[in-house]
């Protein structure tokens, strides 16, 4: 049993051990020749639940007997002692107080940080108030702080300190939950030094990171009954070591160094307790799975000011061929290469009944490897589950949240209407079809917000059922956006009628499959809790509720126990450290990932941290290490890191560096040749890699050239499209022939398309009225009849902007142009349209003129407005034939209500924001000869021979043709020559 004792009674286990299975074989031991009661005595403290369950799964075990009581950290806050401590705050309610200072403190310097990253603020607030309550560190201690060499930024942080002052004084009557803990703490050692319980009381596997265990861990050593088991220690490193690290504690070394040691926090306690390294004894006679192993990555993380020591203890390690044999370097070209190495491995361990483990802070890397293993139908046990966020209630809440800040788009609206909780009940079949008739009408209409009045015009004709779903969707979905501020409480609750309304659809009463599952009685609990802690918040706006709710909903994990494999598991470096497994792979052992990037203080930065006695940023590192020191020990281990992020070449990270750097300076020892051999390890696994996702190559296509029959051959085309037949034929065929379009935008954007349009109405209207009025051929005119078309018809103010900005560029070249044009003739006809037929080949030719004038002697000009650049002379005489066929046409009576007559000119008025007019060669190409030219080039179409190349002309490579995916143009180049198919 635990013999009582006035020395501090402190044990340890060694890395690499099962350290809830050898706690409990230590406690079977000592108690093992004392009765069955003797046992049941014994008060064993863990601090975690996963701790917990892992301890009652071992005794579960057998033999058979009674259990200690087992308990956690925070389960002394309900003892008797210390009923009258208030209870903790809600950590919800404590951050929306502060977001409402924050918003106060931004409103007064905006500059300080974004508005979007007030819960943000508010929760690193929350978390430094509650990390000064857990150390002892008073707002008195802050304030207190020497600014005078800091930058202005830190003088506001602790003049805001002012603003939040008031929760660090009324600490004891409304503290939080670390506050609470602490009080509780004080008050049981207090007791214990008059009343020492009589029973054993054992804390085990805290390393004692934080201020308030550390205290709890004092208290129960120096207990007559009382022990502390730490877990991963070092019992390789000499003392000399450990006089390094506790220089740190007595003032002999830089106070702030060695805090990223893995056994920093030991040599603390040990420096708290008055003992040495020697006063810790095993708790277990125990071996780690590799001895020698340990002694290796002992040496290899010696503090920094003494690895030199690798020099005259490297040689003493002898053959390293023993510590190296069970571990494995992979080093992938990529993430994804790392992640899909990852999941073959675990896939082996699977097919082998083995259990293996990732180890990994990196959530975007697990999550690949999870999505890995799906291809084989394991999914792996992650004890971090999926973030919430990212779930489909999450997602779903996130994005009807959005509806309120901004204005309702087509891609909000069927990104809602297409999420699988929309409409979850038994219409959900027809709600889909709805759905996607809507999003056919939406692209081909090319709406960019859809309203009310927008939306009626597709149930116009449609069956009463679908005018009952529209009426649904209208009336919950439209028109939600509110940029004033409201009460947090009234947002919540019309967010979470709207999310219910929505996921029940509109047949019955209730709330779909909103809340069921896990994931959504996650989500419930949740907004229960913003629900209860609502009145806190105060008004907010839409934008804020927005950011607010998606920060909260973050913060929510979503784990399902029982579908998971049993043996393939993916562990933070928290679950990692109670729990053991055959086969472990340290994922991710990169910089920024492993350890991880350390997250900016906005409130105190590392100096002032130190002389406020707060926890410094490498006490992250010091505890990612000691996980390190610990999963390294594993029977079976791999190593594995990507060479290159999507980004950038990444850096190895420090332990990874260290232990390869140890190896290749210790040759008589084998170094080199065991490093290279755990990297060929792991190479074979990357060519195992490499073999699975093998392919077979396939030969790239030809370009094509189809050759249709000729009945299938278009009869129709318009002049624009004589372009297109000439430069792209291929395009010609695929729409006329194959009768393909591509979709339609979902998100319309004022694309070149739509710039054309706008400006060809803005010119059309004017030049309308200033034929009728003269007295408005002027600049003020124009813009006015600009500021109404881009008013009514772009619904982008940046887009008006521009559109605006061009047009007041160009005024003066088009009014002086219209004054010029004027003098010579007058407009006819607007938007005019135009056919002429040809008997052979069959074929009618269609246009539209944008405006024809009539001159003086009779004669007709064409014009035509360009947006952009107007083609060159050049141009148009070989490719661009638009102006050039519409002259001919006229000629030939081709356009509605106009008599054949000569034409004078054509001319592109060009509205680029270097203005310039460019006329078609008339005179080196008339009328006549282009259409001779046309009805050759038909005839050369018809022929049954001839194919529709595709990209035939283009002019440049970097154009891009609306049919190039069909077309499979990247597969061949325009070098290639034509493959001739005929089509049937």
Excluded at 704 to 727: F, G
């Amino acid at each position: 049993m635990l013999e009582a004792s006035d020395r501090p009674n402190v044990f340890a286990i060694p890395p690499g051990a099962d350290f809830p299975k050898a706690l409990v074989d230590g406690l079977r031991e000592r108690f093992a020749n004392d009765p069955p009661e003797a046992l049941a005595r014994v008060e064993l403290v863990v601090n975690s639940a996963r701790m917990q369950r892992r301890v009652r799964e071992v005794f579960d075990k057998g033999p058979a007997g009674l259990l200690p009581r087992i308990r956690l950290l925070s389960d002394f806050g309900g003892a008797a002692f210390a009923s009258d401590i208030p209870a903790a705050v809600s950590p919800l309610r404590r951050r929306f107080e502060l977001v409402r200072l924050i918003a106060q403190l931004l409103e007064t310097q905006p500059d300080l940080a974004a508005r979007a990253s007030l819960f943000d603020l508010a929760d690193s607030l929350a978390t430094l108030m509650s990390e000064m309550n857990g150390e002892g560190v008073t707002a008195d201690d802050i304030e207190a702080l020497d600014i005078s060499d800091q930058s202005g930024h830190w003088e506001r942080s602790l003049a805001f300190f002012g603003i939040a002052r008031r929760f660090l004084e009324t600490v004891d009557d409304m503290p939080d939950s670390e506050a609470r803990q602490r009080l509780v703490i004080e008050r049981l050692a207090e007791r214990w030094q008059t009343e020492p319980p009589d029973h054993p009381i054992i804390l085990a596997g805290s390393t004692g990171s934080r201020g308030t265990t550390m205290l709890l861990m004092q208290a129960i050593a120096k207990l007559p009954r009382g022990a502390i088991v730490l877990p991963g220690f070092d019992d390789e490193m000499p003392d000399s070591v450990w006089d390094v690290l506790g220089g740190a504690m007595t003032g002999d070394g830089d106070a702030l160094s060695g805090e990223d040691h893995p056994q920093f926090r030991f040599r603390r306690l040990m420096h708290m307790l008055e003992i040495a390294p020697g006063d810790v004894r095993p708790w277990l006679d125990i071996a780690p799975p590799c001895k020698d192993r340990n002694r290796l990555v002992s040496l290899a993380l010696r503090p920094a000011p003494v690895t030199d020591q690798w020099l005259s203890e490297g040689p003493k390690l002898g053959p390293v061929d023993k510590a190296t044999a069970q571990m494995t370097l992979l080093e992938a070209p990529s993430v994804r290469e790392e992640a899909m190495a990852i999941a073959l491995g675990l896939r082996q361990a699977a097919e082998d009944g083995r259990t293996a483990a990732l180890i990994s802070p990196d959530r975007a890397m697990t999550r690949q490897v999870t999505a890995a293993l799906d291809r084989w139908g394991i999914l792996p046990d992650d004890s971090a589950g999926t973030p919430l966020q990212l779930s489909p209630p999450g997602r779903f809440l996130r994005h009807v949240s959005a509806l309120f800040r901004q204005k309702l788009t087509s891609e909000a609206l069927l990104t809602l209407l297409k999420h699988p909780l929309c409409n979850s009940s038994q219409s959900r079949n027809d709600h889909l079809l709805r759905t996607r008739a809507l999003e056919l009408w939406v692209r081909r209409k090319g709406v960019a917000y859809p309203d009310s009045e927008t939306l009626s015009a597709w149930g116009e004709g449609r069956d009463q059922e679908d005018r009952d779903w529209l009426e649904w969707l209208l009336s919950h979905l439209v028109h939600l956006e509110d940029s004033g501020e409201r009460a947090f409480s009234d947002r919540l609750e019309r967010h979470i009628t709207v999310s219910e309304t929505l996921a029940q659809g509109p047949t019955e009463h209730g709330c779909g499959a909103l809340w069921e599952k896990a994931a959504g009685r996650k989500a419930a609990e949740i907004v229960a809790d913003l629900r209860e802690n609502a009145r806190f918040a105060g008004p907010i706006t839409a934008s804020d509720y927005d950011d607010l709710f998606g920060a909260v909903l973050s913060r929510g994990e979503v784990r399902d126990r029982d579908a998971p494999h049993p043996k393939i598991l993916i562990w933070g470096t928290l679950e990692a450290r109670v729990q053991g497994a055959e086969l472990v792979i340290l994922g991710g052992l990169n910089e920024g990932s492993w350890p991880e990037a350390l997250t900016p203080d906005p409130w105190l930065n590392r100096k002032m941290r130190h002389d406020a006695g707060l926890l410094l940023p490498e006490r992250k590192i010091g505890l990612s290490a000691h996980d390190f020191e610990q999963a390294i020990a594993a029977p079976e281990v791999w190593l594995t890191r990507s060479i290159r992020s999507d980004e950038a070449e990444t850096v190895p990270s420090r332990w990874i560096n260290r232990l390869t750097n140890l190896l290749e300076g210790l040759p008589k020892q084998g170094g080199p040749a065991a490093l290279k051999k755990m990297r060929e390890k792991g190479e074979r696994w990357l060519s195992y890699l490499a073999e699975l996702e093998h392919v077979d190559p396939i030969d790239a296509e030809k370009r094509p050239s189809p050759r249709p029959p000729s009945a299938a051959r278009p009869k129709s085309l318009s002049v624009t499209e004589i372009k297109t037949l000439i430069r792209d034929p291929y395009a010609i065929y695929a729409k006329h022939v194959l009768r393909l379009k591509p979709l339609d935008s979902l998100m319309k954007t004022p694309d070149a398309i739509l710039r054309g349009i706008a400006i060809h109405d803005i010119l059309e209207t004017f030049v309308r009225d200033a034929t009728q009025d003269p007295t408005k051929l002027n600049r003020a005119h124009l813009m006015s009849v600009t500021e109404d078309v881009l008013s009514r018809d772009v619904p982008w103010a940046t887009a008006r902007t521009l559109y605006r900005a061009r047009l007041e560029r160009v005024a003066d070249h088009v009014i002086e142009g219209e004054k010029t044009r004027r003098t010579k003739g007058k407009p006819i006809a607007y938007e005019r349209e135009a056919s002429v037929e040809i008997p052979i080949p069959p074929m009618r030719l269609v246009g539209k003129a944008d405006r024809i004038d009539r001159i003086k002697d009779g004669r007709l000009v064409i014009y035509d407005y360009k947006s952009g650049k107007p083609p060159s002379a050049k141009e148009q005489e070989y490719f661009d034939k638009q102006l050039l066929l519409e002259a001919a046409m006229a000629e030939r009576g081709g356009f509605r209500d106009i008599d054949p007559a000569e034409v004078a000119e054509a001319i592109y008025i060009g509205l680029s924001n270097d203005p310039k007019d460019e006329a078609a060669p008339l005179e080196k190409t008339p009328a006549a000869q282009v259409w001779e030219e046309f009805i050759a080039l038909m005839a050369h179409y018809a022929d049954r021979d001839t194919g529709f190349t595709s990209r035939r002309a283009f002019q440049s490579e970097k154009d891009v043709g609306r049919y190039d995916q069909l077309a499979r143009f990247g597969e061949w180049d325009a070098t290639d020559a034509p493959e001739p198919e005929d089509m049937s």
